[in-house]
């Protein structure tokens, strides 16, 4: 495989990836003279997450179910997440676990791309379903997404109240607080809360950004 950036061939490195679940001979792709990741090659096939898909997904999230989607789901938190929008610590992002067998993963489509994910876990970590980690590509990003994010998890769960879990991130914030401002059912609902649920961790986070509207 040639790399388009520039016509150079590209390297390929071996992933052992079966503690994701994740079946068949598995290779990144890098370009050196570029030094970035071009694609992952499964078996004989090359998964490119900007060409492979073409309109066989609905523009919406999608929950992760096949081989191909826990692949999908590792190139976004593992590689772009890290190395193309590569978190930052002041803005509390951090990097992301693989999610465990008991979360839910969703991808977002959008035109046959993969541009994102969100992760809950459900009620066998915490006592109620919490959003552990919500990406968007940073080319999607300031488009309606994040809120979209919000709508999605409401719609799942309707009648609980819902988790957030801590750091939430400076953009995740701003999410917030202005889906709070519009939303004011959703202010004694959205709670903050620190890993497996450890007793006094829960802080409603309307709390905490109330009074930027005050």
Excluded at 143 to 155: A, C, Q, R, V
Aim: hydrophobic share 35%.
């Amino acid at each position: 495989m040639i790399c388009s950036r520039c016509i150079n061939y590209v390297q390929a490195t071996e992933l052992d990836l079966k503690r994701y679940n994740i079946q068949g001979i598995i290779h990144r792709l890098d370009c050196k003279q570029c030094n970035q990741f071009i694609a992952i090659k499964v078996n004989d096939d090359i998964l490119d997450l900007d060409n492979s898909f073409n309109d066989k997904y609905e523009n919406n999230w999608s929950e992760m179910k096949t081989n191909q989607e826990r692949i999908i789901y590792y190139i976004l938190c593992q590689i772009i997440y890290v190395e193309f929008d590569t978190p930052k610590p002041e803005k509390l992002e951090t990097p992301y676990d693989y999610a465990d067998k008991f979360d839910i993963v969703l991808i977002r489509w959008e035109n046959g791309k993969p541009i994102g994910t969100e992760v809950y876990s459900t009620k066998e970590k915490y006592t109620m379903p919490v959003l552990d980690t919500a990406y968007i590509r940073s080319a999607y990003r300031n488009k309606g997404f994040g809120s979209e994010i919000l709508l999605d998890i409401i719609k799942r769960f309707p009648d609980e109240d819902i988790g957030f879990s801590k750091p939430i991130s400076n953009n995740m914030l701003k999410v917030l607080t202005n889906f709070l401002r519009n939303y004011k059912e959703y202010r004694l609902r959205f709670w903050e809360i620190a890993d497996w649920d450890i007793y006094g961790s829960q802080k409603l986070i309307w709390f905490g950004v109330k009074d930027k509207f005050l």
